[in-house]
T-cell receptor
Framework: AQKVTQAQTEISVVEKEDVTLDCVYE???????LFWYKQPPSGELVFLIR??????QNEISGRYSWNFQKSTSSFNFTITASQVVDSAVYFC?????????????FGQGTTLQVKP | DAGVIQSPRHEVTEMGQEVTLRCKPI?????LFWYRQTMMRGLELLIY????????DSGMPEDRFSAKMPNASFSTLKIQPSEPRDSAVYFC????????????FGPGTRLTVT
């Protein structure tokens, strides 16, 4: 069975601090896809990044960076110099490639609060 | 470009009533997904369509739930009869290419069944 675990339920930081959101996944597929989504207080889900299992290069997009490590089945997300606008719930998600694992499975989410 | 459009944004209804949620996917996207979000169960995939055909409805909680996609630009999720435990936020999402690719979500419909 596929599973995504976001062990941090809530994180609170002060603006300008760096923060890392953890994501650990389980799958038996050799090919799979990992995603991060952001859900701000307004409620919509916003796509942030997609990564396939064969690409372990870290990715940086502005203040956001992602660290994918197959050896530890982790896909962590770091926000550098956090801002109040980063306050949101962040979801890690996994999609396998076989017929019974192809659904997108979401973690329970990490609520990030950035205080001014 | 318009994103995924959902209506209504909020729905309050009494137990036993029929509820219909509507979704217009992003033009050109060939996959459409319906999700439900609750505090207890998080985000759950209910059903998804490919080229208007239902592919997997194993997430639909029970026979009271049904979904249709009569054409590429419109889908409905119907609950009949509604129950208080159906109260949740229902999201529609669409993607180009399926489950391996990013999905774009609508703003959601917050359903309250009293």
């Amino acid at each position: 069975a596929q599973k995504v675990t976001q062990a941090q339920t809530e994180i609170s930081v002060v603006e300008k601090e760096d923060v890392t959101l953890d994501c650990v996944y389980e799958t038996r597929d050799t090919t799979y896809y990992l995603f991060w989504y952001k859900q701000p207080p307004s409620g919509e889900l916003v796509f942030l990044i997609r990564r396939n299992s064969f690409d372990e290069q870290n990715e940086i997009s502005g203040r956001y960076s992602w660290n994918f490590q197959k050896s530890t089945s982790s896909f962590n997300f770091t926000i550098t110099a956090s801002q109040v606008v980063d306050s949101a719930v962040y979801f890690c998600a996994l999609s396998g490639t076989s017929s019974n694992t192809g659904k997108l499975i979401f973690g329970q989410g990490t609520t990030l609060q950035v205080k001014p | 470009d318009a994103g995924v459009i959902q209506s209504p944004r909020h729905e309050v209804t009494e137990m036993g009533q029929e509820v219909t949620l509507r979704c217009k996917p992003i033009s050109g996207h060939d996959y459409l997904f319906w999700y439900r979000q609750t505090m207890m169960r998080g985000l759950e995939l209910l059903i998804y369509f490919n080229n208007n055909v239902p592919i997997d409805d194993s997430g639909m909680p029970e026979d009271r739930f049904s979904a249709k996609m009569p054409n590429a630009s419109f889908s409905t999720l119907k609950i009949q009869p509604s129950e208080p435990r159906d109260s949740a936020v229902y999201f529609c999402a669409s993607s180009l290419g399926g489950l391996r690719y990013e999905q774009y979500f609508g703003p959601g419909t917050r359903l309250t069944v009293t």
